[in-house]
């Protein structure tokens, strides 16, 4: 079953606006969240990655919000480009442990109209 | 560097066929992982591996072994394949005792008629 759910299904945005995807987890043993971006015909590449520790991660026009009282993370894509039209899928991987087992959403399709 | 490589690209199977995707990664990453891809449910974890000879179930094990007998390799062989088993397969790997990002393939499109 299914233990980090991703909303929205699908989104559009203008080109300029802001991409907002949320995830939220059960499992209070996660300790690290990343995101991953994946163009068409091609594999997930990581895009940015957050620890609990931490509520906010910015890199570029990324960035992470966590809120580990909710247990939600989200992604925010600010001045949005046809460039960023992709499935973005969130992630958590479980605490402890000599693995490095990660935990997908269900993706969120992005389309950036121009 | 070539990263993490799966071949086949495409597949076409028929209802009870076997076959082996292969998986080679050369940045003697520990980890590697077997996902599958189906519209609406992202990627489900099919096997793992934390190194040479050892290997785990994931979410979704049924149908599919693996093994891992170099750091290189791991391979994905479907037994019998089944309509059920038409995605997309994608390998990734990992330094163990992470966390670490994932590096992925280009993954193996399969369809089982």
């Known amino acids: 079953q299914q233990q980090v759910k991703q909303s929205p299904q699908s989104l559009i945005v203008q080109k300029g606006g802001i991409s907002i995807i949320n995830c939220a987890y059960e499992n209070t043993a996660f300790d690290y969240f990343p995101w991953y971006q994946q163009f068409p015909g091609k594999g997930p590449a990581l895009l940015i990655a957050?620890?609990?520790?931490?509520s906010e991660k910015k890199e570029g026009r990324f960035t992470i919000s966590f809120n580990k009282s909710a247990k939600q993370f989200s992604l925010h894509i600010m001045d949005s480009q046809p460039g960023d039209s992709a499935t973005y899928f969130c992630a958590a991987r479980g605490y402890g442990g000599a693995t490095n087992k990660l935990i997908f959403g269900t993706g969120t399709l992005l389309a950036v109209q121009p | 560097n070539a990263g993490v490589t799966q071949t086949p690209k495409f597949q076409v199977l028929k209802t009870g066929q076997s076959m082996t995707l292969q998986c080679a990664q050369d940045?003697?990453?520990?980890?590697m992982s077997w996902y599958r891809q189906d519209p609406g449910m992202g990627l489900r974890l099919i096997h793992y591996s934390v190194g040479a000879g050892i290997t785990d179930q994931g979410e979704v094990p049924n149908g599919y072994n693996v093994s891992r007998s170099t750091t290189e390799d791991f391979p994905l062989r479907l037994l019998s394949a089944a309509p059920s088993q038409t995605s997309v397969y994608f390998c990734?790997?990992?330094?163990?005792?992470?966390?670490?990002?994932?590096?992925f393939g280009s993954g193996t499109r399969l369809t089982v008629v």
């Open positions: 957050i620890r609990p520790d931490v």
């Open positions: 990734a790997s990992s330094y163990s005792n992470g966390p670490y990002g994932y590096t």
């Open positions: 940045m003697n990453h520990e980890y």
